[in-house]
């Protein structure tokens, strides 16, 4: 089944048993008292009980470390009573719900016992100042007798520290003391670290591995963009290469990433499936991935010369003019933006598209978000609309 009961208790309840007391393996008659079976597991003792706040050895009670209490929010949750398990056997924590009560009546019981010892031992001190030299002689040996006759009686526990609520545990619950349990502890103790430290060497072992993988995959990827761009034509190939994200990636501890983006989206596309893989990139694969990028980046350059507006045209002229104003060389067309991944520019695959298909002002239009507007106002509204129609398809 299930632990529905709170941590450190050491035993497995379903859920009837623990929170609504219907019948259930731990409400069926394994109680030391009889009854128990419409009585649920577990019981809050709350803090926000007058008695709480009145008395403030209750907080001493909760907070030590053996009375166990699973503290959720402002209640701390017991056992409701004492318990057995098939065989008779005792299961469960030392204290329980009714246990904490019993406990502050025992700790007032220590309390006036203590004070009516000091104030005996004052009224006989107070006597002894008037009694004669003899007399006291006489008293002190006495008092040594007595002493040492009340030496012989078991000594009340501490109340500044918690040896009364062991004497509790171990005269009134028949707890074994704490001290019969030092080598089991000290064993656990010893074992929850052994595992924590071993646990932490693996896991830095495994992260060392992770780290060095990824660095691997880093430097293969670099080698092959090293490679690539040596075969990629000037004077644009530092711009058309120019990668970013490592830094970032070896950060991560997510080696399935990819490691490296370059600035330029349709580059980047093309490439995405080698960085991710970089044994996949062939010589041969390389050189053809060069030819291609080469290929596109001619078509690009041509663009911007824009011999495929005509100066005759009032429309077309005025493109002319807010284009090459846009993008004045080559250079410009590598001008970024901020995205999720880092800075980009344009010049994406549906850009490349365009292009391809012989949709030059498209192209354009497109590296501007389809904003005709600057065009449109230079040019005589009858003319614009006449000559924008058709251009429409390509924007």
């Known amino acids: 089944g299930t632990n529905h009961v709170r941590p450190g208790l050491g035993v497995f309840a379903c859920w009837n ?28 003792w709350k803090t926000s009980w007058v008695r709480y706040r ?25 056992w409701s009573e004492h318990r057995c398990d098939a065989s008779g056997e005792r299961v469960g924590p030392l204290v329980t719900w009714g246990d904490v009560d ?8 220590l309390k006036t016992a203590a004070a ?37 009686e078991e000594a009340a526990p ?10 509790y545990l171990t005269k009134n619950l028949n707890a074994s003391p704490k001290e019969n349990y030092a080598e089991f502890n000290e064993t656990f103790t010893n074992t929850v670290q052994m595992a924590d430290r071993i646990s932490r060497e693996r896991e830095e072992l495994k992260k060392s591995k992770r780290d060095d993988k990824m660095q691997t995959k880093v430097d293969k990827v670099e080698k092959m963009l090293d490679e690539i761009k040596a075969l ?20 991560s501890g997510m080696s399935s990433n990819q490691c490296m983006f370059l600035e330029t989206p349709f580059i980047n596309a093309w490439l995405a499936p080698y960085i991710k893989s970089p044994s996949k990139m062939t010589k041969k694969a390389m050189k053809e991935m060069a030819e291609k990028i080469n290929v596109e980046i001619e078509r690009i350059e041509k663009l911007l010369e824009m011999d495929f507006l005509s100066d005759d045209d009032d429309f077309e002229a005025a493109a002319k003019t807010f284009f090459r104003e846009c993008y004045p060389d080559v250079e410009a067309l590598y001008t970024c933006y901020s995205s999720y991944n880092g800075p ?30 600057p065009i449109l106002l230079v040019t005589e509204p009858s003319a614009s609309l006449a000559q924008i129609s058709k251009y429409l398809d390509e924007t």
């Open 17 to 44: 048993c623990v929170v609504s007391g219907k019948q259930g393996r731990w409400n069926r008659g394994y109680s030391r008292n009889s009854g128990s079976s419409s009585i649920k597991l577990t019981k809050a």
């Open 54 to 78: 009145k008395y403030p050895i209750y907080h001493t009670i909760l907070s030590y470390s053996r009375v166990a209490s699973n503290e959720y929010g402002t209640n701390h949750y017991f």
């Open 102 to 109: 019993d406990l502050k009546g025992y700790y007032e019981q």
């Open 116 to 152: 009516a010892k000091e104030a005996e031992a004052t009224a006989a001190a107070a006597s002894a100042t008037v009694a004669s030299a003899t007399a006291s002689n006489v008293a002190a040996a006495d008092n040594g007798n007595d002493n040492e006759e009340e030496e012989e």
């Open 158 to 167: 501490s109340l500044s520290n918690g040896e009364w609520i062991e004497y």
């Open 232 to 251: 990629v034509n000037e004077p644009f190939r530092e711009r058309a290469m120019k990668a970013y994200g490592k830094e970032k990636y070896l950060k």
């Open 344 to 373: 980009t520019n344009m010049m994406t695959e549906d850009f490349v598209r365009l292009i391809q298909g012989g949709r030059f002002l498209g192209a354009l239009c497109y590296l501007q978000t389809n904003n005709l507007s």
